[in-house]
């Protein structure tokens, strides 16, 4: 208790100090909640985007997997609907989607050009409840299950010169390889993501046609409860040990080539913004103490002679500096949680141009920052640890001060 009375009092001593630290805490912790909120948004956007797309879990024959860039659609799943019930009953299991996806070339007219997409065909029931594309229609409809329907991507649209209601070719390929022409509607143009924006869609029994597999898929898309890393292998790992499987390619999402190079590059922005942040922060902290330390230096050394132990003396300086990092951190989340609460209500326009760029990546136009009590609590912490780690070496410094240098020191 007298460690804690010496050390509130000693951050009083000097009150512009003190406060000129707290500040830099309290911008610094700010700072870092409002940008992790952003970052969290964008990461959880980003991976949502990717399991929706491409399945929690993908299920491909073994011959598809290894040749799987020359989309080789004789190797598909020639029927699905057995194996779709079977993997349905499994625990953990919330659904599973055939899936047609295969590159096509495309022409306004009934000339060939040199425009291409990825023609995706599924189920109203991928397509709506889990990528949620009849929200993200900004022109006409979302495929109403007539016959001859096709919805495009917003980036495909706009290459192709295409607008709702006009009939395009679309020229694809059956299993056998020969040429495969189709002449849907368009109605409507959707936009959400890069990945979303890149592609064309219809109805599942349309693409079936096209690439004369009347019955099955190219892929099963295995929806589980979670699509967090953590949650997907486990699953993928039990569903691969099905005897039913066996043959079978099974892989997370988070395997993907695209989700495996690019989570440990957001991960370590991630990280990186919190190492700068908390140096920064550092820097402050480790300067008060150090003049902290420099001014009470005689005090330093009556304490000690009257018997204060060397661990007694880094106490009393850690305990200022945590005391200045909960006054400085509380306000910071505090402030700093408020911005991206905002950001999470209203979103971030990054431009149309980021998305464009993106290719092929679930990155969106307008960004919603994901704010969370672990965020909070995690920013207060390294407040916490970062005011210690400040003060650490200017208390090792006291506790090694001499009591009678000290007390000649006259400081």
């Given amino acids: 208790m007298m460690q804690l009375k010496l050390a509130f009092r000693n951050a009083q001593r000097n009150v512009r100090r003190t406060l000129l630290t707290a500040t830099t805490l309290f911008v610094g912790i700010a700072l870092t909640t409002f940008c992790l909120s952003f970052f969290n ?36 799943i020639e029927k699905s609907g057995p194996l779709r ?33 990825m023609l995706m065909g599924a189920e109203s029931s991928l397509f709506v409840d889990r990528m949620a594309l009849d929200q993200a229609v900004i022109e006409g409809t979302w495929l109403t299950g007539a016959k001859d329907e096709v919805v495009l991507g917003r980036k495909v649209a706009m290459d192709l010169g295409a607008e709702v209601g006009q009939e395009i070719l679309v020229m ?10 189709m002449s849907p509607t368009v109605v409507g143009i959707v936009s959400k993501n890069g990945l979303v924006d ?29 699509y967090q890393p953590e949650t997907v292998g486990p699953l993928s790992e039990r569903l691969s040990q099905l005897p039913e499987l066996q043959g079978y390619s099974l892989r997370a999402w988070s395997e993907e080539p695209l989700a495996a190079q690019s989570i440990p590059i957001i991960t370590g922005m991630n990280a990186g913004l ?11 902290i480790f300067n008060t103490m150090t003049m902290s330390v420099l001014e009470r230096t005689g005090e330093i050394g009556v304490m000690r002679a009257m018997g204060q ?3 007694g003396a880094v106490g009393l300086f850690l305990i200022e500096a945590i005391t200045i990092g909960v006054l ?33 990546m679930p990155i969106a136009s307008t960004v919603y920052g994901d704010v969370t009590p672990e965020l909070l609590l995690q920013c207060f912490l390294l407040a916490i640890a970062t005011a210690s780690l400040g003060a650490l070496l200017p208390a090792l410094r006291a506790a090694s001060i001499s009591p009678s240098a000290a007390m000649r020191s006259r400081r």
């Fill in 198 to 226: 890149m592609q064309l869609y219809m109805q599942l029994e349309e693409a079936r046609w096209m690439v004369d597999v009347p019955e099955g898929a190219l892929s099963l898309l295995v929806y589980g409860q979670d």
């Fill in 328 to 360: 400085g951190g509380s306000a910071g989340v505090l402030l700093g949680g408020l911005g991206g609460y905002y950001m999470e209500l209203h979103g971030v326009d990054l431009g149309q141009e980021i998305v464009d760029q993106a290719g092929a």
């Fill in 41 to 76: 948004g964008y990461i959880w956007d980003f991976l949502r985007g990717m399991a929706d797309n491409h399945g929690h879990v993908r299920v491909v024959t073994q011959e598809y997997a290894e040749r799987e860039q020359l989309q080789p659609l004789y190797a598909n």
């Fill in 172 to 181: 694809g390929q059956s299993q056998y390889g020969s040429m495969s022409p």
């Fill in 309 to 311: 132990t060397r661990m």
């Fill in 274 to 284: 919190s190492a700068l942040m908390m140096f920064v922060m550092v820097l402050a």
């Fill in 85 to 117: 019930e079977r993997l349905s009953q499994e625990p953990g299991v919330e659904a599973v989607e055939p899936v047609i996806k295969t590159g096509v070339v495309l022409a306004l007219g009934e000339e060939i050009g040199d425009d291409f997409g």
